[in-house]
Structure formats: structure tokens, C-alpha cells
């Protein structure tokens, strides 16, 4: 018996009729095809990566992320740190992959074992790929020393992964997208099926079930809430509803709506977010694009102007892939973009990456100065 998909209320329906607007407009926007949009798919991937291993405890920067999504050395994070990324890396990029599977894509025990190796390939230790041998708790994020929650026996694991899966192919089919991926997640942490690695696992699987079965045709890397579970005050809230609706040990007849509700909320405003940035992206291509032809410089300047835009690091090596140019070319435009202050140098050789110039701080204030403030999707209305 797994953990049962609850009843929606009026506010729930509510909440998600704006999440699937926010997402219809998302994708009009996106079909046009607008030449930032990889840019900007890049950054949610990097997001939704450091913000999951947030969660883990394997703190790296969105800089470092994308860094090592475009085959450079990151600045700042550690090793240790830095295998973990690249794992949940591997696994985001074949989820990514089978959002287009076609329709014979069925869930089974080798797909989830096999991400979970693309995750955990490198702690041999730790069974990676294989359900764990042993007992598993989960500690309080309150006090490390006190268990918040116990899994299931390891005997049971099969079968609890077998009836999950079943579910993940056959059950609760007309419930709403994000429902089914926040029941997906909320099974699989629960059941715990491996020695370590099993919150990843569960964001990862939550993401898949979008990827496959979301309507708005996105790409998943706009559905993760992965980057709001990774803020501070939102992963003490994540355990807290976790351990709230999960209770000391495995029970599944316990309410469920308060996750739901948890989640929904993650997924209106991670829309929100989304909504916003690609509106900024497409008033600060229009932006910049007119300020570098005012300067006598190809449009395709941009592309190096635009992470700066949103406060990244530009590096030469990713803007020349970004840009399609040749080495020579990249030099050459970044150059010109650091004498006409739009860029600044920082760092030496193999480190060298440009930060936002002088010239960047007045194009932010003017392209930003239409912003709202988040809403709350579950706020009494009048």
C-alpha cells in the first residue's frame, strides 16, 4: 500500500489553473524559438542542480554548475562536491532526453536503478543502482543525532518499488501533473529504496514524471522545483512537511494534502520565476542589442552580455560556443566588451572569467524597474 493521492479543494484547483496559464504562456513564448531561450535553459538546469544538492548538503555555486554543464573547471567548488554535481547532472540530462521517448516509455526497476547510478556511480560503497541491504533512518534537521523518520524494512523494498512503479504506469492517470509528480516523490522518499542518494532520486523522478507527461509540452528543466527546495528557509520547511505528512515511520493511510499543498505552492512559484526571468531575458536582449549596435558591435555580443545581465560569470570559452565563433572572435568581442565598460576582468589565466561592468549596473536598473513582487498563490482572496 502506498501513500494515497488526496482530494483536491477549491483553493488547490485554483492554484493550478494559474500554474498551467503561467505555463501556457511559457510555452508560446519559448515556441518562438527566441536565441536566448538555450541560454536561459542552461541557467534553470544549473539551478535545479545546485539547488537539489543544496538540499544534500554539497553547497556549489550556479556559476560552477553551468561551468561544468559546458565542460569547464568550476572556481569555487570542492571535489567532493563537484562529483556529486556531475552525477545528478548525468541523470538530469537522460531525464531531459526521455521527455521525447515516444510512447512505448514505461517505468520499470532497471530505469530507476540506473539513474540512481548515474547519481551515485562514484560511492561504490553505497550500492549504487542496487536497493539497499540494510535498515535506513532519516535524521531531524533540528538534531542529527535524532531519527525523524525510519524506512521500511529492506525486505519490503521490492515489492513497495514494484506497486510504485505500477502506479507511476497506471495509476491516478487523470490526476493533475503536479500531482502525480509530488505523489511520486513523496512514495519514493518514504520507501527510501537505497542506501543513500534517495532525496535526489525523488526530485529526479518527480522531474521525469513532468518530462513525460506535461501537456504544456515545456522542457522539464522549467518544471523542477528544485531551485526553491534548495533556499534556506524553504528546505526547513521541505522536511518539515515531509516528516508532517510522513510521519516517524512508514505509514501510508496518513493525509497527504498537506504535501500536495506544499508543493503546489513550490510549483506556482517556481512559475512565477520562470515567467519573470523570461520576460526580463527578452526586454534585456531587445536592450542590449540596441546598446551594442549603438557601439558600433555585432548583436552577437549578447550572448556574452546576457549572463552578466543576471549576474554570472562570463566566460570566453562559453560564449564562443554560445555565439557559434571561432576563438579569435570571442577574444576579440570580449575585449571590446571590457574597454567599453560593459565587462570587467577578474581572475588570472585558467581562472579568468568577467563580471558585470560599470556600463551593466544602469541597462539592470532599466530593464528591472517593472518588476512585481511574488505572489502568494495560497493567499486569502477577496
Not at 203 to 231: D, K, Y
Not at 260 to 267: D, G, M, N
Request: aromatic share 8%.
Amino acid at each position: 500500500m502506498l501513500y494515497k493521492t488526496p482530494a483536491l479543494d477549491a483553493d488547490d484547483h485554483r492554484v493550478l489553473e494559474e500554474i498551467e496559464q503561467m505555463r501556457m504562456r511559457l510555452r508560446h513564448q519559448l515556441r518562438a524559438q527566441p536565441r536566448w531561450s538555450g541560454q536561459l535553459r542552461r541557467n534553470l538546469t544549473a539551478r535545479a542542480i545546485a539547488g537539489s544538492n543544496t538540499i544534500e548538503g554539497y553547497a556549489a555555486t550556479v556559476d560552477d554548475v553551468e561551468a561544468l554543464m559546458a565542460g569547464e573547471e568550476p572556481l569555487e567548488t570542492a571535489e567532493r562536491t563537484r562529483v556529486e554535481l556531475e552525477g545528478y547532472q548525468r541523470a538530469m540530462t537522460y531525464i531531459q532526453a526521455l521527455a521525447d521517448a515516444g510512447e512505448g516509455f514505461r517505468y520499470d526497476v532497471g530505469l530507476l536503478n540506473g539513474l540512481h547510478f548515474m547519481l551515485q556511480g562514484h560511492h561504490l560503497d553505497k550500492r549504487p543502482g542496487r536497493w539497499r541491504d540494510g535498515p535506513v533512518f532519516v535524521t531531524s534537521p533540528d538534531d542529527p543525532l535524532v531519527p525523524a523518520y525510519t524506512a521500511p524494512d529492506f525486505e519490503d523494498v521490492p515489492a513497495l518499488t514494484g506497486e510504485l512503479i505500477d502506479w507511476l504506469n497506471t495509476g491516478d492517470l487523470d490526476a493533475p501533473v503536479h500531482v502525480r509528480a509530488s505523489m511520486a516523490h513523496l512514495n519514493l522518499v518514504n520507501i527510501h529504496p537505497w542506501k543513500d542518494g534517495n532525496g535526489r532520486m525523488s526530485r529526479a523522478v518527480s522531474t521525469l514524471v513532468f518530462a513525460r507527461e506535461s501537456t504544456s509540452l515545456l522542457p522539464p528543466e522549467f518544471s523542477s522545483i528544485e531551485e526553491w527546495l534548495g533556499r534556506a528557509q524553504n528546505t526547513y520547511a521541505y522536511y518539515r512537511v515531509l516528516q508532517q505528512v510522513g510521519g516517524p515511520a512508514w505509514a501510508p493511510d496518513r493525509d497527504t494534502h498537506p504535501w500536495i499543498r506544499f508543493c503546489l505552492e513550490a510549483h506556482h512559484r517556481q512559475a512565477q520565476q520562470a515567467q519573470r526571468r523570461t520576460d526580463l531575458l527578452s526586454r534585456a536582449w531587445i536592450h542590449l542589442g540596441e546598446a551594442a549596435e549603438h557601439d558600433g558591435l555585432d548583436e552577437r555580443v549578447v550572448y556574452a552580455l546576457l549572463p552578466a545581465f543576471w549576474g554570472s560569470k562570463v566566460r570566453r570559452t562559453v560564449y564562443q560556443a554560445d555565439a557559434d565563433l571561432s576563438e579569435q572572435q570571442a577574444i576579440r568581442d570580449i575585449r571590446e566588451l571590457v574597454r567599453l565598460g560593459w565587462l570587467e576582468a577578474q581572475g588570472q589565466a585558467r581562472s579568468r572569467y568577467y563580471a558585470p561592468g560599470p556600463r551593466m549596473a544602469s541597462a539592470q536598473d532599466q530593464i528591472r524597474q517593472a518588476v512585481e513582487p511574488y505572489a502568494d498563490p495560497y493567499a486569502p482572496h477577496p
